[in-house]
């Protein structure tokens, strides 16, 4: 089982910047893919301003209809709305736009928001051709174009919240190599792309056509597996590796399975990790606290909901833990990075919030309090998709209600493996 993690690293040295891939990329192959929608239209088919303002109208009545902020005093609408209004002066003076120009005029209002949940997307994509190199080497430039200069006008419409600017700088590593969104950036990926890589032997530049999710050449194994274990009886340590909040079948037996393991080999100590968990369903918290040894816990602490318009505050939930028969009652540890988000997030807060065990690695890439919970529509002439969040979530420890998530050992996601062996080790608690 592969139990360290490969870095996305992001070094940025004076102008010069340099994109680790990285194995997390594997899993970014199929964060477009929607199914139940249209296709989009190509990303130059061009639209007159008339219908060009007709999607930029719908996508500002929906988010104005259903996110919270337009309810809860933040005053975000007001600047959503200013935006809006610039936006749609420059496009009712331009005469026909294509739909690149089209989205990046959302991307721009979404940005505003500072919500991660609320942005604006095109329904499928296309990938570098060859991982090979893509996934051990670091992007040095696309086309020519320095990585420092790509990743800055990407900070400016990529919707992230803003006391979290690291997550856009890792999440810029997975959209280079798809072909929308360099698009978006301004590469002419027509005849494909020229990726100036660093490698262990040195720079090479290699040329990449764009393909579907199913051709790309490269890819390790596949991608990652939803969930898997490591027991090591020696040290008394059990990791449980969550890719994905997915609470299915796989999980469950996958979950029993492993404290089977741990129960029957005297476990002293487990760790959830959630190092390139992008967030999913946040039941899957509850169905691994059944196998601890907590009397209760809450996920979440309030709970702003919008319903038309009307805000519904509701209060706290405190759940009762349906344990199992013999639950888990030693050391519990969460490994993060700065790519956990949204519910793998909540998961890692949830046990640092309710005092169930310690947080080892990076801060999550996401505030624990947070917008959530997305809808999602579609742009009636452009097939562009809006995600729109319609919760606010806040943190189960009221007392830090607004700050984010400080790991108890902070350490480089790379080494948290090894920090929580030292602890281990140390029988701390």
Known sequence: MKINR????????????????????????????????????PMDSVLSAERALNDLDYIYRTISEKHVCFLDGSGLDKSFTDEYNRQRSRI????????????????????VLGDAHTLVTPTSDMYAEDFSLLKDGTVVSVDGVPCAELLEDFRSFF??????????????????????????????????ADYEILTDSGTVTEHYEFVTASEIRGRDNG????????????????????????????????????FDEVRENGISAVAVDLRENGGGNSLVINEFFRYLDVEGYSVFGSTDVR??????????????????????????YVLTSNLTFSSAMNFAVAVSDNGIGKVIGEM?????????????FQCPDSGLLISVSYKKFHRADSAKD???????????????VDALYEIAAKGEK
């Open 364 to 376: 999550p890439g996401n505030m624990p309090t947070h917008y959530g919970d997305k809808l999602t």
């Open 402 to 416: 607004g700050l984010p998530l400080a790991p108890d050992i902070e350490v480089e996601a790379d080494g948290a």
């Open 307 to 332: 319903i038309g318009n009307r805000l519904k505050s509701c209060e706290e939930e405190y759940e009762r833990n349906r344990r199992v028969k013999e639950p888990f009652g030693g050391e519990v």
């Open 6 to 41: 490969k870095k996305i690293l992001i070094p940025i040295i004076a102008a010069f910047a340099v994109i680790a891939i990285g194995a997390a990329v594997l899993s970014a192959v199929s964060l477009n893919a929607r199914k139940g929608f249209d296709d989009m239209l």
């Open 223 to 258: 991608g990652a597996e939803l969930c898997e274990y490591y027991i090591d009886k020696e040290s008394s340590i059990g990791i449980f590796t969550l890719n994905e909040c997915v609470l299915n079948d796989e999980y469950k037996k996958m979950l029993k399975s492993f």
């Open 159 to 192: 919707s992230y919240e803003t006391q979290m600017d690291f997550y856009a700088d890792h999440m810029f590593g997975q959209v280079i190599i798809r072909k929308n969104y360099l698009e978006l950036l301004g590469i002419d990926t027509s005849d494909g």
């Open 92 to 111: 009712a003076g331009s005469g026909d736009i294509t739909i690149k120009e089209l989205w990046r005029s959302a991307a721009e209002m979404c940005h």
